[in-house]
């Protein structure tokens, strides 16, 4: 069986996840029984969205007046390939079948065949995908078809061929804050600095130039205004 004869003839707009391909196919109006399965199996397919996520969701005619219109117009939306791609396997193939076992001598395309050609990597190329749209073209389908070329996996381009970044020592801030921006020194600095409290931040406040005017605070070893005596600069605190 080739891949014309695993397929199932929809008119559908095919949408896949890898961005591969977009199809729009209108099927000839002769194709009666495929308006008639189409209504039979929705139901079915329909109640399999949670699994595989497939869609139909655009009808141009109703069911009475579908040869009247003579064209189908199903569109289609496959989202992912989930566990269920199992149930649908059965139903499609089943679909095919009476499909074939309605009118014998037509070419059909099939959704499932093309999906697994897709998943396989079968049809990786545009002069591939364009002989198959001029298989339908020659078969009787009006189609327009755009071809996308595959894009690599964005998180297996990021993790393997373009690795993050190697993480760059925390900034130690000014006058070496460690208590806000995490140890940026050697083994033996805090050993000869004391602790990171007072090698850093606290050292700096204590040391800040008292600001301007009569009566304010002073920097630690400067006599206050109005006293005679020195305040001795405190010692580091180990806490």
Same mark, same amino acid.
């Given at each position: 069986m080739d891949l014309m004869d695993r397929i199932l003839m929809l008119d559908k707009h095919l949408v896949i996840p890898s961005s591969l391909l977009e199809i729009e196919i209108s099927v000839p109006k002769t194709l009666e029984c495929v308006n008639r399965l189409i209504y039979e199996k929705k139901p079915r397919i329909s109640a399999m969205n949670t699994l595989a996520e497939i869609n139909m969701f655009k009808y141009n005619y109703d069911l009475n007046n579908s040869l009247a219109s003579g064209e189908l117009d199903v569109m289609l939306t496959c989202k992912k390939y989930a566990p269920g791609m199992k149930n649908v396997r059965r139903v499609l193939d089943e679909f095919a079948a009476r499909r074939r076992a309605a009118e014998?001598?037509? &070419?059909?395309?099939?959704?499932? *065949?093309?999906? @697994?050609?897709? +998943?396989? =990597?079968?049809?990786? !190329?545009?002069?591939?995908?364009?002989?198959?749209?001029?298989?339908?073209?020659?078969?009787?389908?009006?189609?327009?078809?755009?071809?996308?070329?595959?894009?690599?996996?964005?998180?297996?381009?990021?993790?393997?061929?373009?690795?993050?970044?190697?993480?760059?020592?925390?900034?130690?801030?000014?006058?070496?804050?460690?208590? &806000?921006?995490?140890?940026?020194? *050697?083994?033996? @600095?805090?050993? +000869?600095? =004391?602790?990171?409290? !007072?090698?850093?931040?606290?050292?700096?406040?204590?040391?800040?130039?008292?600001?301007?005017?009569?009566?304010?605070?002073?920097?630690?070893?400067?006599?206050?205004?109005?006293?005679?005596?020195?305040?001795?600069?405190?010692?580091?605190?180990?806490?």
């Open positions: 014998p001598g037509i &070419a059909y395309i099939g959704l499932l *065949g093309l999906l @697994e050609e897709m +998943r396989s =990597g079968g049809i990786t !190329s545009k002069d591939e995908f364009e002989a198959i749209c001029k298989k339908l073209h020659e078969s009787g389908f009006r189609i327009t078809a755009k071809y996308k070329p595959r894009r690599p996996c964005q998180r297996a381009d990021y993790n393997v061929q373009n690795p993050p970044p190697a993480r760059q020592a925390p900034w130690p801030g000014p006058w070496g804050c460690r208590r &806000a921006h995490g140890p940026a020194w *050697g083994p033996d @600095e805090p050993a +000869r600095r =004391g602790s990171p409290r !007072s090698a850093g931040t606290a050292r700096f406040i204590a040391y800040r130039p008292a600001p301007g005017g009569s009566g304010g605070a002073t920097a630690p070893g400067h006599a206050p205004a109005g006293t005679g005596a020195a305040e001795p600069p405190p010692g580091p605190r180990m806490n």
